[in-house]
């Protein structure tokens, strides 16, 4: 069953059917209002989670199924490559290239302006990666080796 309708389709479904070996029942007009009033307000699944989480009747419904501590290893993971860069350079050098029949001495300057923006980008990119404070997975995982986390639940 949904959680949320518009108020004209949960009218539409009146004639409501259980799943399984459950009988067949009939909604009501304030029903299907009071169903629409809590969707709209999104408290039912907070309702039901703060009972589940709540430890009124004992202990919590809800459990951790596997301990609440840090494992130690980083999942390896490549990181994400960047924009391309220097695009409108390598397309005038070809543009170039094409019109010269692929003669390196005329477009030189075309070449130098290129081989300038890639040198710009690649010191670009060392500075994001010196700046971001971020450590590589198998530098982290080296780290966890060294200092592992404490073998017990927090």
């Known amino acids: 069953m949904r959680t949320s309708c518009h ?5 539409d479904q009146l004639e409501f ?4 070996k ?3 029942w009939r909604r009501t007009y304030e029903d299907v209002k009071r169903h629409y009033r809590k969707a709209m307000s999104g408290s039912v699944i907070q309702e039901k989670v703060a009972k589940l989480l709540s430890r009124q009747n004992g202990k919590p419904a809800l459990r951790p199924i596997k301990p609440l501590a840090l494992k130690n290893e980083v ?3 490549k990181l994400k490559k960047g924009e391309a860069t220097c695009v ?4 005038l050098l070809m543009a170039c290239w094409k019109q010269n029949d692929f003669n390196n001495s005329v477009c030189s300057k ?5 081989y300038t923006c890639v040198e710009k980008a690649q010191n670009k990119a060392k500075g994001k990666q ?5 450590l590589l997975p198998k530098e982290a995982n080296t780290l966890l080796k060294r200092f592992p986390n404490l073998s017990s639940e927090i």
């Open 22 to 24: 459950k009988r067949k």
């Open 75 to 77: 999942a390896s993971r």
């Open 110 to 114: 075309e070449v130098s302006v290129f």
């Open 88 to 91: 409108t350079e390598m397309s």
């Open 130 to 134: 010196e700046t971001q404070g971020r």
């Open 17 to 20: 059917i259980k799943v399984g």
């Open 7 to 11: 108020l004209m389709e949960c009218m």
